[in-house]
């Protein structure tokens, strides 16, 4: 029986989680464009090999992300787990005949990550020349990482630096909550450049979040501590010595 992320994976939630962490396994940003794309992308395949919500074969050379060999008839395979399945659609955007779909998420240009997935071999239909490409808009629910996807900050380390984290993530998604049904390219940008200039913020936020943390402080006091006493302790011995 063919699987899908929507029926038997989790539904659109986990659909969503799903191409959040796939944009970040390919260093994409995560701009609403470039998860509506991943989303609709998924919504066009619809189903096939467990955890492979993008419907694609194994990847060769690696047989361990895969239980299965191609089936269903449209090449689709059975991957091992959810990291399994996430890497190995992270490999296969890698491969010639699709490196001008990552360089369009990359480069935050959905629409010709669109183009170019309509123009090469992924579906034998190519989507019926995008007429049968979903256009279905983003959930607007709370996106689920699938469970068994290692997570944590792409973007800061600490207390301050997931603060800032949250900001970003929040600027990406603000256009969803308001319930925008489709965002434009020049949106996408608009918050893609947000993002860029917050950055500086989060690294002053790494140091700032060393800078507060005890733990470090003690270990910088615990040290000096240790030296100020090894230093009396030499000038004593001396002073003793020389009194002899």
Do not use: C
Not at 36 to 50: L, P
Not at 81 to 101: H, K, P, R, V
Not at 168 to 176: A, D, P
Not at 181 to 187: A, D, E, G
């Amino acid at each position: 029986m063919p699987w899908s992320i929507f029926t038997q994976g989790g539904g659109d939630d986990v659909a969503v989680g799903w191409a959040q962490e796939l944009l970040k396994s390919i260093d994409a940003p995560l701009t609403p464009g470039n998860l509506q794309f991943i989303y609709d992308w998924e919504v066009s395949e619809g189903s096939g090999g467990k955890y492979n919500p993008l419907n694609q074969g194994p990847v060769p050379g690696q047989p361990q992300l895969t239980t299965t060999g191609s089936q269903y008839g449209g090449g689709a395979a059975d991957f091992a787990s959810w990291t399994a399945g996430l890497q190995g659609a992270a490999d296969y955007l890698e491969m010639s005949n699709f490196t001008a779909i990552l360089q369009a998420l990359r480069q935050n240009n959905p629409a010709a990550a669109k183009q170019a997935l309509i123009a090469s071999p992924w579906a034998s239909s190519h989507y019926d020349y995008g007429a049968a490409f979903s256009d279905q808009p983003l959930p607007g629910g709370k996106a689920v990482i699938p469970a068994g996807v290692p997570t944590g900050s792409t973007s800061g380390s600490g207390l301050l630096g997931g603060f800032f984290d949250t900001i970003l993530k929040s600027l990406n998604f603000s256009f969803w909550s308001q319930g925008v049904p489709n965002v434009s390219q020049s949106t996408s940008d608009i918050a893609q450049s947000i993002g860029a200039v917050a950055l500086p913020l989060v690294k002053f936020a790494e140091a700032l979040d060393w800078f507060f943390h005890p733990g470090h402080w003690v270990r910088l006091l615990a040290g000096v501590g240790g030296g100020i006493l090894v230093l009396g302790g030499v000038y004593q011995m001396s002073h003793a010595g020389g009194g002899a």
